[in-house]
């Protein structure tokens, strides 16, 4: 893989989580929720974003149903990656998000934040737990 950084997208129907390692893929950090549109100004601020930020891969989370199966958000995910293998030339890999929003949303409710203030940063800190993840198993030495 070439140099550069990974963005991790946390997808929903409404607003994107989106997290970003550092240049050396050791450190994930939470970047923002963003608020989706269309899907064609959706791409156009993820390209902004990748070129902004040097990103080389993009990480999809995948909310994997019970045993590892499909369910209808899995669906909707394999649909959006298509989308963006096609409009961005860069690779996107799927990676598995199971409990990540909940696990963010239990963080966030230890800092003493209510659901309403949780609204824009557990997507984000979503994306960041998957990134994360998705880092500890590429499990070689980043020195």
Do not use: Q, W
């Not at 500890?136 to 020195?143: A, I, K, N, Q, V």
């Amino acid at each position: 893989m070439p140099e550069g950084r990974i963005l991790a997208i946390d997808y929903g129907e409404k607003r994107l989580g989106l997290a970003i390692s550092d240049s050396r893929r050791i450190f994930s950090f939470p970047v923002e929720t963003y608020s989706r549109r269309t899907l064609k100004e959706d791409i156009l601020f993820l390209k902004e974003l990748i070129d902004l930020k040097n990103v080389v891969l993009l990480v999809l989370g995948n909310p994997l149903a019970n045993r590892g199966e499909e369910g209808f958000m899995s669906k909707k995910v394999a649909l959006f990656k298509e989308e963006l293998e096609r409009e961005l030339s860069l690779p996107v890999e799927t990676f598995d998000e199971t409990c990540t929003t909940s696990d963010a949303e239990e963080v966030l409710r230890e800092y003493g934040l209510k659901e309403k203030e949780m609204r824009g940063k557990k997507d984000a800190l979503a994306a960041s737990f998957i990134l994360k993840s998705y880092l500890e198993s590429l499990g070689h030495d980043r020195d």
